[in-house]
């Protein structure tokens, strides 16, 4: 058993340790949780630390990778189709490394903000723990097929998690959100299915479901339904776009990109403050994940043909999301249409298929990662002390909880951009490389990275005004001197979750070099792949 | 009567050599006859003999049937061709054993059907002729013996259907399931005779029964196909003979249910296979246009299922009528398998009976579990059962997911190996039925989702109005539908250990 299976299947043994517990010792379940995340935390740690980026560039070579781990796991005999070889596969690189650091820092932080759950406590950490796996899982699975189980276990914890605890509309809002992404995860299916039969194993010579085989257009079976060589058509669309469209749906859905979005703002306002914080914190990843590490490597030639489409998709989620940000009066909604249009960067810079714009999507991802945590926890905070978070029932914050403010104000200044913070890293990488497309390869005007400017702007009108509406002038509150009496400032629980984002958003903005270094080769190999085409 | 004098050894010959096959059929005779003798006289306090010895006879014909597996590579034909004893064939007899063994069970602790006043020993004396009819069914390769096994299954069921007809509702499922039967049943008799008159034979694997069907005019052949696949397919519910299930369905007592949406089903399958399989190879030998297309209306057939089926599952109220619209919808899935017609198609087939068929019964007994307890029959009543039937409603969430096809359980890898033999066949013909089978598939998957989580969305997420004082005890049934739902699990991570 290496690192990367302990760190991968260590939450889901705590899970069941907590499964089989006696009721009894209920207050102690979630020391056990945190005892497992602790670990987790410094295993991913430990891994960071070690990681040689410049060696282990990853993408289509397995040699590449670090903490590999292969073996055989489901072999049938399937006489005439061959065998259906499926291989307990995984591994790490530049690419997927930062997001193991990311979950288990995130889940760390979400672990903090579960001490509010009071009901069903036994449910609740085992389907947190079995989330939790489910998520490791996805980032370092490299055969397809268990990236695909992986990535289905994640639905059943989350569809419970909001729909038990979550608010008022949570019955409607879990149900959405599984419906879309099964939709999209079903075809998703398909593909796999189909990429299975077109590729071989150069090794064995058996079809195989290894990502690393599919990246590469010598292990494609001639005539085989995705060989780009045969030029297959359904419906009268190349076979390999049709392909790419359907796996870029199925994690665009994920991302979220408008207008396959409108799940996002339900999932996330319905569901309790843990779960928004993995969702906005985490899960939005798996979707860039997902394009980078399937999508543009498997159908590198389809990625750089629409390319286009992607940019504008980018653009239309930034100033859309941002739109409607200005316009939402409850502030976790505000929240997560803020996520959309800065997950729109990611799109825009992975459009642009330059070492800058794809770096940046990485950084935006991560960084957003943190700083959405944080954003979600603090309007966990303001909810759990007098149950509601409408922008207009609050003036003045500032006067009676100064810790509090202080801390929105990092993280709002953070969101927008401020330099200094990493999310202006990110967001100026991902411009810049929208910027340098059209002079590099042509594939995205200029116009698109002028757009995506207005977007920071944008986001700068939101976070300022609500800052103003609700945190400046005299203290004036909607329930009045009950509540001056609940909103009591952060305690320190509370305080040591949000100075570890803080921490991270700022050691990232001031060092980038930090992340950049890890995963530059990887990124540069990325690219190399494309290019190849 | 003289011509028959010279041949009469040889046909003596004939049955002496095909006994020692015939022995696990033969151990169902008997426990058939001895069941009867000792329910009439020594029935002990609740039948309990009957169902020991029950029980006993099945395993033991089971028994005879995994020693029949290592010997029959090949396939051997006995009695004149009308009985084939090949490897899917006892495939199919072990899963109906186990089906019927899990009914058998399913019955013993079910308290309604316990305490009916009729008493339970006849209920249990059918189980030894209905499986006996579905191992027929399985081995069937002459029209007369598809007629006679489909006819035992059929009389077996409608004897269950009405055993405990204490309402309106049940009997009139019993008369509706028995008239439609009938009708069906009649409906196929003629179509068999119609080849029969085509062609002068009734063993479907005589070389002859093709050659002479291929002389007919088309039309006239395709006639009596579809006449004899109404009778199939009033045993596998697919559209558009579905229309008696969901009634009969909700009608009859839940382990009855249970059976019929598993053993009978499974048993339609298999004759649907051994009644395709001469036209198969036709196909594949001869360069001709093919008798009968089979693809473009079986494909039809499945399109519609599936859409049929998971449509009007969400509209269901009554847990009996989502299942058995959601069975159809099954039946299309797997109709698909069918349609592929290959080695794979058929293995792809069999792992999804199997899965089937144990989250079938598995989630028909913790829905009649719920019954007994609660007296709750409707989906929308299941509010808040979450905190009163834990381990059973927990099992049922997981049960549920494989029949929806979430990953990591068996029935995510039964859709992947149906879907593969499907792409595989697709990338081969590249046939326009494949790739709407595939889509329609992926589709009324998602479709699918939303009435099968209506019942987590009730149990756990959403609060019950009145407080459950009953006392919920775990029994028999509580544990079954956990190891089933743990098999479940099992063969979804490690499929390998089946196939």
């Given at each position: 058993?290496?690192?990367?299976?302990?760190?991968?299947?260590?939450?889901?043994?705590?899970?069941?340790?907590?499964?089989?517990?006696?009721?009894?010792?209920?207050?102690?379940?979630k020391?056990?949780?945190?005892?497992?995340?602790?670990?987790?935390?410094?295993?991913?740690?430990?891994?960071?630390?070690?990681?040689?980026?410049?060696?282990?560039t990853?993408?289509?070579?397995?040699?590449?990778?670090?903490?590999?781990?292969?073996?055989?796991?489901?072999?049938?005999?399937?006489?005439?189709?061959?065998?259906?070889?499926?291989?307990?596969?995984?591994?790490?690189?530049?690419?997927?490394?930062?997001?193991?650091?990311?979950?288990?820092?995130?889940?760390?932080?979400?672990?903090?903000?579960?001490?509010?759950?009071?009901?069903?406590?036994?449910?609740?950490?085992?389907?947190?723990?079995?989330?939790?796996?489910?998520?490791?899982?996805?980032?370092?699975?490299?055969?397809?097929?268990?990236?695909?189980i992986?990535?289905?276990?994640?639905?059943?914890?989350?569809?419970?998690?909001?729909?038990?605890?979550?608010?008022?509309?949570?019955?409607?809002?879990?149900?959405?959100?599984?419906?879309?992404?099964?939709?999209?995860?079903?075809?998703?299916?398909?593909?796999?299915?189909?990429?299975?039969?077109?590729?071989?194993?150069?090794?064995?010579?058996?079809?195989?479901?290894?990502?690393?085989?599919?990246m590469?257009?010598?292990n494609?079976?001639?005539?085989?339904?995705?060989?780009?060589?045969?030029?297959?058509?359904?419906?009268?669309?190349?076979?390999?776009?049709?392909?790419?469209?359907?796996?870029?749906?199925?994690?665009?859905?994920?991302?979220?990109?408008?207008?396959?979005?409108?799940?996002?703002?339900?999932?996330?306002?319905?569901a309790?403050?843990?779960?928004?914080?993995?969702?906005?914190?985490?899960?939005?990843?798996?979707?860039?994940?997902g394009?980078?590490?399937?999508?543009?490597?498997?159908?590198?030639?389809?990625?750089?043909?629409?390319?286009?489409?992607?940019?504008?998709?980018?653009?239309?989620?930034?100033?859309?999301?941002?739109?409607?940000?200005?316009?939402?009066?409850?502030?976790?909604?505000?929240?997560?249409?803020?996520?959309?249009?800065?997950?729109?960067?990611?799109?825009?810079?992975?459009?642009?298929?330059?070492?800058?714009?794809?770096?940046?999507?990485?950084?935006?991802?991560?960084?957003?990662?943190?700083?959405?945590?944080?954003?979600?926890?603090?309007?966990?905070?303001?909810?759990?002390?007098?149950?509601?978070?409408?922008?207009?029932?609050f003036?003045?914050?500032?006067?009676?909880?100064?810790?509090?403010?202080?801390?929105?104000?990092?993280?709002?200044?953070?969101?927008?951009?401020?330099?200094?913070?990493?999310?202006?890293?990110?967001?100026?990488?991902?411009?810049?490389?929208?910027?340098?497309?059209?002079?590099?390869?042509?594939?995205?005007?200029?116009?698109?990275?002028?757009?995506?400017?207005?977007?920071?702007?944008l986001?700068?009108c939101?976070f300022?005004?609500?800052?103003?509406?609700?945190?400046?002038?005299?203290?004036?509150?909607?329930?009045g001197?009950?509540?001056?009496?609940?909103?009591?400032?952060?305690?320190?629980?509370e305080?040591?979750?949000?100075?570890?984002?803080?921490?991270?958003?700022?050691?990232?903005?001031?060092?980038?070099?930090?992340?950049?270094?890890?995963?530059?080769?990887?990124?540069?190999?990325?690219?190399?792949?494309?290019?190849?085409? | 009567?003289?011509?028959?004098t010279?041949?009469?050894?040889?046909?003596?010959?004939?049955?002496?050599?095909?006994?020692?096959?015939?022995?696990?059929?033969?151990?169902?005779?008997?426990?058939?006859?001895?069941?009867?003798?000792?329910?009439?006289?020594?029935?002990?306090?609740?039948?309990?003999?009957?169902?020991?010895?029950?029980?006993?006879?099945?395993?033991v014909?089971?028994?005879?049937?995994?020693?029949?597996?290592?010997?029959?590579?090949?396939?051997?034909?006995?009695?004149?061709?009308?009985?084939?004893?090949?490897?899917?064939?006892?495939?199919?007899?072990?899963?109906?054993?186990?089906?019927?063994?899990?009914?058998?069970?399913?019955?013993?602790?079910?308290?309604?059907?316990?305490?009916?006043?009729?008493?339970?020993?006849?209920?249990?004396?059918?189980?030894?002729?209905?499986?006996?009819?579905?191992?027929?069914?399985?081995?069937?390769?002459?029209?007369?013996?598809?007629?006679?096994?489909?006819?035992?299954?059929?009389?077996?069921?409608?004897?269950?259907?009405?055993?405990?007809?204490?309402?309106?509702?049940?009997?009139?499922?019993?008369?509706?399931?028995?008239?439609?039967?009938?009708?069906?049943?009649?409906?196929?008799?003629?179509?068999?005779?119609?080849?029969?008159?085509?062609?002068?034979?009734?063993?479907?694997?005589?070389?002859?029964?093709?050659?002479?069907?291929?002389?007919?005019?088309?039309?006239?052949?395709?006639?009596?196909?579809?006449?004899?696949?109404?009778?199939?397919?009033?045993?596998?519910?697919?559209?558009?003979?579905?229309?008696?299930?969901?009634?009969?369905?909700?009608?009859?007592?839940?382990?009855?249910?249970?059976?019929?949406?598993?053993?009978?089903?499974?048993?339609g399958?298999?004759?649907?296979?051994?009644?395709?399989?001469?036209?198969?190879?036709?196909?594949?030998?001869?360069?001709?246009?093919?008798?009968?297309?089979?693809?473009?209306?079986?494909?039809?057939i499945?399109?519609?299922?599936?859409?049929?089926?998971?449509?009007?599952?969400?509209?269901?109220?009554?847990?009996?009528?989502?299942?058995?619209?959601?069975?159809?919808?099954?039946?299309?899935?797997?109709?698909?398998?069918?349609?592929?017609?290959?080695?794979?198609?058929?293995?792809?087939?069999?792992?999804?009976?199997?899965?089937?068929?144990?989250?079938?019964?598995?989630?028909?007994?913790?829905?009649?579990?719920?019954?007994?307890?609660?007296?709750?029959?409707?989906?929308?009543s299941?509010?808040?059962?979450?905190?009163?039937?834990?381990?059973?409603?927990v099992?049922?969430?997981?049960?549920?997911?494989?029949?929806?096809?979430?990953?990591?359980?068996?029935?995510?890898?039964g859709?992947?190996?149906?879907?593969?033999?499907?792409?595989?066949?697709?990338?081969?013909?590249?046939?326009?039925?494949m790739l709407?089978?595939?889509?329609?598939?992926?589709?009324?998957?998602?479709?699918?989702?939303?009435?099968?989580?209506?019942?987590?969305?009730?149990?756990?997420?959403?609060?019950?109005?009145?407080?459950?004082?009953?006392?919920?005890?775990?029994?028999?049934?509580?544990?079954?539908?956990?190891?089933?739902?743990l098999?479940?699990?099992?063969?979804?991570?490690?499929?390998?250990?089946?196939?």
């Amino acid at each position: 058993m290496s690192l990367l299976s302990i760190l991968i299947f260590l939450p889901l043994f705590a899970g069941l340790i907590i499964v089989v517990l006696p009721s009894s010792v209920r207050e102690g379940y979630k020391y056990i949780a945190l005892a497992a995340v602790i670990v987790q935390v410094l295993i991913s740690a430990y891994i960071y630390l070690h990681f040689n980026g410049e060696v282990f560039t990853g993408i289509a070579d397995q040699n590449k990778y670090q903490l590999v781990e292969r073996l055989p796991w489901i072999s049938l005999n399937l006489g005439a189709m061959g065998k259906l070889q499926i291989d307990y596969f995984l591994g790490l690189d530049g690419l997927s490394m930062p997001f193991m650091l990311l979950t288990s820092v995130v889940m760390l932080v979400a672990l903090l903000a579960s001490w509010e759950i009071k009901i069903n406590l036994k449910g609740y950490f085992a389907l947190f723990l079995l989330l939790d796996t489910a998520i490791l899982g996805v980032f370092s699975a490299l055969d397809f097929f268990l990236f695909y189980i992986f990535y289905e276990l994640m639905l059943m914890p989350l569809y419970f998690l909001i729909g038990i605890w979550g608010g008022v509309r949570r019955e409607y809002a879990a149900i959405k959100f599984f419906l879309y992404t099964l939709f999209g995860s079903v075809f998703m299916l398909l593909v796999i299915i189909g990429l299975y039969f077109s590729v071989t194993d150069p090794a064995t010579g058996y079809h195989t479901f290894n990502m690393l085989s599919m990246m590469d257009a010598k292990n494609y079976v001639e005539g085989s339904i995705f060989s780009a060589l045969a030029h297959n058509e359904l419906f009268g669309v190349s076979a390999r776009l049709l392909g790419f469209i359907v796996l870029f749906i199925a994690f665009a859905i994920k991302v979220p990109i408008v207008p396959l979005h409108t799940w996002l703002p339900d999932a996330h306002v319905e569901a309790p403050t843990p779960v928004s914080i993995i969702l906005a914190g985490i899960l939005l990843k798996v979707g860039g994940y997902g394009i980078l590490r399937v999508c543009v490597s498997i159908f590198p030639e389809a990625a750089i043909q629409s390319a286009w489409w992607l940019g504008l998709i980018g653009i239309v989620s930034i100033i859309y999301g941002a739109l409607n940000a200005l316009a939402q009066t409850d502030l976790k909604r505000l929240v997560a249409y803020s996520s959309i249009s800065h997950m729109g960067f990611v799109l825009l810079g992975i459009a642009s298929i330059t070492p800058e714009g794809i770096s940046g999507a990485m950084m935006q991802m991560i960084s957003h990662g943190f700083l959405s945590s944080m954003l979600f926890f603090l309007v966990g905070i303001i909810y759990t002390r007098v149950h509601d978070r409408e922008i207009p029932h609050f003036r003045g914050l500032a006067l009676i909880m100064p810790k509090f403010s202080a801390f929105i104000m990092i993280a709002f200044f953070a969101s927008l951009g401020l330099p200094g913070f990493s999310a202006f890293i990110a967001e100026a990488f991902s411009l810049i490389g929208a910027f340098n497309s059209e002079s590099i390869n042509g594939l995205l005007p200029r116009w698109m990275a002028v757009c995506g400017t207005l977007g920071i702007l944008l986001s700068a009108c939101y976070f300022l005004w609500t800052l103003q509406r609700m945190f400046f002038g005299e203290t004036r509150l909607f329930g009045g001197e009950k509540w001056k009496i609940q909103l009591t400032d952060v305690n320190a629980r509370e305080v040591t979750a949000l100075c570890i984002l803080t921490a991270f958003a700022l050691v990232l903005g001031i060092m980038p070099s930090l992340a950049f270094d890890k995963m530059n080769a990887s990124v540069l190999e990325l690219i190399r792949l494309v290019n190849l085409k | 009567m003289n011509e028959f004098t010279s041949i009469l050894p040889e046909l003596i010959k004939n049955i002496i050599t095909g006994m020692p096959h015939f022995l696990p059929e033969i151990v169902l005779i008997i426990t058939f006859i001895v069941v009867i003798l000792v329910d009439l006289f020594y029935p002990g306090k609740k039948s309990v003999h009957t169902y020991v010895l029950v029980l006993t006879g099945i395993v033991v014909s089971a028994f005879f049937t995994i020693i029949q597996y290592q010997s029959s590579i090949n396939g051997i034909s006995v009695f004149n061709d009308s009985l084939k004893i090949d490897r899917i064939g006892i495939i199919f007899k072990l899963l109906f054993s186990a089906v019927v063994i899990l009914y058998a069970i399913f019955i013993k602790g079910n308290i309604r059907m316990q305490n009916h006043n009729k008493g339970i020993g006849d209920l249990y004396m059918l189980l030894p002729a209905a499986l006996l009819g579905l191992n027929l069914m399985a081995m069937a390769s002459s029209l007369l013996m598809v007629y006679i096994s489909i006819e035992m299954v059929s009389l077996a069921s409608y004897l269950m259907v009405g055993y405990v007809s204490d309402g309106e509702k049940q009997s009139e499922a019993a008369m509706k399931y028995a008239l439609f039967g009938g009708v069906c049943s009649a409906i196929m008799l003629y179509g068999m005779s119609l080849l029969y008159a085509f062609t002068g034979t009734l063993s479907l694997s005589d070389p002859q029964f093709m050659i002479r069907l291929a002389e007919m005019p088309q039309s006239v052949a395709a006639i009596a196909i579809i006449l004899v696949l109404v009778g199939i397919g009033f045993k596998l519910a697919f559209v558009p003979l579905h229309f008696w299930s969901p009634d009969v369905y909700e009608g009859a007592p839940i382990p009855v249910t249970a059976f019929l949406s598993t053993g009978p089903k499974m048993a339609g399958f298999a004759v649907l296979i051994r009644f395709m399989e001469p036209f198969h190879i036709a196909s594949n030998t001869s360069q001709g246009t093919p008798v009968f297309d089979f693809v473009a209306i079986l494909s039809v057939i499945a399109i519609g299922s599936m859409i049929v089926g998971n449509f009007a599952a969400i509209w269901q109220n009554n847990m009996k009528r989502m299942l058995a619209y959601s069975s159809i919808g099954h039946t299309g899935l797997i109709l698909m398998a069918i349609i592929v017609n290959s080695n794979d198609g058929i293995k792809a087939m069999l792992f999804y009976l199997m899965m089937y068929s144990i989250a079938n019964m598995a989630a028909f007994m913790i829905a009649g579990k719920i019954e007994e307890q609660t007296g709750i029959i409707n989906i929308s009543s299941y509010k808040g059962l979450g905190k009163v039937f834990p381990l059973e409603m927990v099992c049922f969430v997981i049960i549920l997911m494989s029949l929806t096809g979430l990953p990591p359980l068996a029935g995510f890898m039964g859709k992947v190996l149906i879907f593969s033999a499907a792409i595989e066949s697709y990338s081969a013909t590249n046939s326009i039925w494949m790739l709407s089978l595939l889509i329609v598939a992926a589709l009324t998957t998602v479709v699918s989702l939303f009435y099968y989580f209506k019942i987590p969305l009730n149990a756990f997420l959403r609060q019950s109005d009145e407080i459950f004082i009953v006392k919920v005890k775990r029994d028999t049934l509580s544990y079954i539908s956990l190891i089933l739902t743990l098999l479940l699990i099992l063969w979804g991570i490690m499929p390998g250990l089946l196939i």
